[in-house]
C-alpha cells in the first residue's frame, strides 16, 4: 500500500531535526521510501512510503515526533482507482 505523509517541524525543533537526519539519514524501517521531498523555504515536507506493514508508519513517526508533527493519508495510484471508480460509476 502507499502511503504520503506530510511532515511539519515544530517552531524551535529544525536545527535539532536537520543535525538528526545529516547523522542518520533517516532510514525508513520495514518500507520502501519511494521519495522525500523538502518544500523550499518552508519548514515542510512529504514522504512517499510504499509498505504492507502500517507500524512502519507509526514508528518512523514517533521516532521523529520531538521534532514534528505528522500527517499520514493512504493514497491509490490510477491503475488501483480506475477499477474501484469504474464499479461506481460504470
Given at each position: 500500500?502507499l ?15 536537520a ?17 522525500r ?54
Amino acid at each position: 500500500m502507499l502511503y504520503i505523509q506530510h511532515w511539519q517541524f515544530k517552531t524551535g525543533y529544525h536545527e535539532k531535526a536537520a543535525k538528526k537526519f545529516l547523522e542518520t539519514q533517516a532510514p525508513y524501517p520495514r518500507a520502501n521510501m519511494l521519495g522525500r521531498y523538502h518544500g523550499p523555504g518552508s519548514l515542510e515536507g512529504w514522504i512517499i512510503v510504499e509498505t504492507d506493514d502500517p507500524t512502519a508508519l507509526y514508528e518512523h513517526a514517533a521516532e521523529w515526533g520531538e521534532f514534528m508533527t505528522w500527517n499520514t493519508t493512504p493514497v491509490f495510484t490510477d491503475d488501483q482507482a480506475g477499477p474501484l471508480v469504474a464499479k461506481t460509476y460504470g
